[in-house]
């Protein structure tokens, strides 16, 4: 796979500018994105180009956005990325989220309803990689455009695709622990926690993760797949450090790792277990500064959801569009936490949930 950077070239080239200077200007581009060359192939090459949007739409347009969610930060700057966009460009948003990853007909029939309400274009976080596939050929047929964030979906009905690779997610985080645990090394034990079973996400991260810690002295002793509510990862962590008391790393969703930070102090393992993210929130970010967790790749969720909103836009007005982007991944950890653009992953400090841009 064509990879046009190198991970500290694309760490360098992605911070374009300072946190106070997006604040000062208003303004989150150009950004540096990946564009597939064969789209919604992910294994297809890329090449970089700096992503403009719009500046205004024509008309206020009225799109539907759908999350699995809203149980954690990250989709709360999936939320804010959306929203912040719509006013900017100045169309009209409903967003709507279905409560979690088993909620898939629930999703389904809120899409239903909203489109049924004068949605004219539905961008999906999608909760399954293959149980809205109907429901996407039902609104192309309709010549509602139907673009796909973050999560991924199996449709070739598809419009666009704003998202990234969660394999590579996956792989990144084990690549980093390979570096820490070469070949010829002591081996090294790890509980994983990919997330809820049947998302495409997950099942992309799990191979990603698998594959690439192959490559070093780790041995995966326990996998385990379960919804990204705190509750239920804490009580996945418990079961697993139960079971395998001898676990050197925990690795997994944020939801997990930030579950991890406090158990893992009060059973007094923290000399013992190191904590390390697939993707990165708030309180990944606040780990990885105080020192509690190791390291997160970025898939700069804020970027992804704006980006699909100008999708949105562009083709509800017959402009051209890139059909398949994502922001380039880049891993953050104590070298480069102080120094990243935060505003490109996180929303803003006291950002509450928003569902609707009139």
């Not at 967003?95 to 309803?113: D, M």
């Not at 990234?164 to 390979?178: D, N, Q, T």
């Not at 990885?288 to 980006?307: E, F, W, Y």
């Amino acid at each position: 796979m064509k990879k046009s950077l190198t991970l500290a070239a694309s760490a360098a080239a992605l911070v374009t500018v300072s946190v106070g200077a997006l604040a000062a200007s208003g303004s989150w581009f150009p950004y540096k994105i990946e564009v597939w060359e064969k789209a919604f192939d992910m294994a297809s090459p890329r090449h970089m180009m700096e992503y403009t949007p719009l500046d205004k739409a024509s008309q206020k347009w009225k799109l539907c956005v759908s999350f699995p969610h809203m149980k954690d930060d990250y989709w709360l700057a999936v939320d804010y990325g959306a929203i912040d966009e719509a006013k900017r460009m100045g169309v009209a948003m409903q967003v709507l989220e279905a409560g979690g990853y088993t909620e898939l007909n629930k999703q389904i029939s809120q899409i239903e309803n909203c489109v049924a309400g004068g949605a004219q274009a539905v961008i999906i976080g999608a909760i399954s990689f293959d149980g809205l596939n109907n429901l996407v050929g039902q609104l192309t047929a309709k010549k509602i455009p139907v673009i796909d964030v973050i999560n991924g979906m199996s449709s070739d009905k598809l419009s666009a695709k704003s998202l990234v690779s969660f394999g590579e997610m996956g792989g990144k985080a084990g690549e980093y622990l390979v570096k820490l645990h070469p070949k010829g090394g002591e081996k090294v034990k790890v509980a994983w926690f990919p997330g809820p079973a049947g998302a495409g996400w997950v099942e992309a991260g799990n191979a990603g993760f698998t594959a690439a810690v192959k490559e070093g002295e780790i041995e995966v002793v326990d996998t385990k797949y379960g919804d990204t509510g705190k509750e239920a990862q804490l009580a996945l962590l418990e079961d697993a450090l139960t079971a395998h008391p001898e676990v050197n790393y925990i690795v997994g969703t944020a939801v997990t790792a930030e579950a991890a930070m406090q158990l893992v102090r009060d059973r007094g393992l923290e000399d013992q277990v190191k904590i390390l993210s697939y993707y990165f929130t708030p309180g990944v970010y606040e780990g990885i500064k105080r020192g509690r967790i190791l390291a997160a790749p970025t898939d700069s969720a804020v970027i992804q959801a704006r980006v699909a909103v100008d999708q949105a836009v562009r083709i509800l007005e017959g402009k051209e569009y890139e059909k398949h982007v994502g922001p380039e991944l880049y891993v953050i950890d104590k070298s480069n936490i102080e120094t990243f653009d935060r505003n490109s992953s996180l929303a803003p400090d006291g950002f509450k949930p928003e569902f609707s841009v009139n």
